[in-house]
């Protein structure tokens, strides 16, 4: 069965660091462009990208409002593809999706109607 998990949310206080997790089963993650995206409370149809890094040369990308803080890394051996939050804002609550692109797809980051499989998402609230 081909599925993405992600792991690794929770509850953080401002200024603190959280690194989700995104597994692959089914698939070998290894040349899928994967995407980070969240969903920020009470925007029910909208998602935000947060994050790629490519499958052909392992370029990434970040929005704006993550630059700085958050890394986005890839372990083959695991088959999993790593969010490391830093300095976390309240801003950055939501529920955070992983999303894998086919290789055929060459566009960096591209729109998430182009990506094949979507993990469950996994909440993350930066709360005091």
């Known amino acids: 069965q081909v599925q993405l998990v992600e792991s690794g949310g929770g509850l953080v206080q401002p200024g603190g660091s959280l690194r989700l997790s995104c597994t692959a089963s089914?698939?070998?993650?290894?040349?899928?462009?994967i995407g980070w995206f969240r969903r920020a409370p009470g925007k029910v149809r909208e998602r935000e990208g947060v994050?790629?890094?490519?499958?052909?040369?392992?370029?990434?990308r970040y929005a704006d409002s993550v630059k700085g803080r958050f890394t986005i890394s890839r372990d083959k051996a695991e088959n999993t593809v790593y969010l490391q939050m830093n300095s976390l804002k309240p801003e950055d609550t939501g529920i955070y999706y992983c999303?894998?692109?086919?290789?055929?797809?060459?566009?960096?980051?591209?729109?998430?109607?182009?990506?094949?499989?979507w993990g469950q998402g996994t909440q993350v609230t930066v709360s005091s």
């Open positions: 999303a894998a692109a086919p290789p055929t797809i060459t566009t960096m980051c591209p729109a998430m109607e182009e990506y094949d499989y």
């Open positions: 089914g698939f070998t993650l290894d040349y899928y462009t």
């Open positions: 994050s790629c890094i490519s499958g052909s040369n392992g370029s990434t």
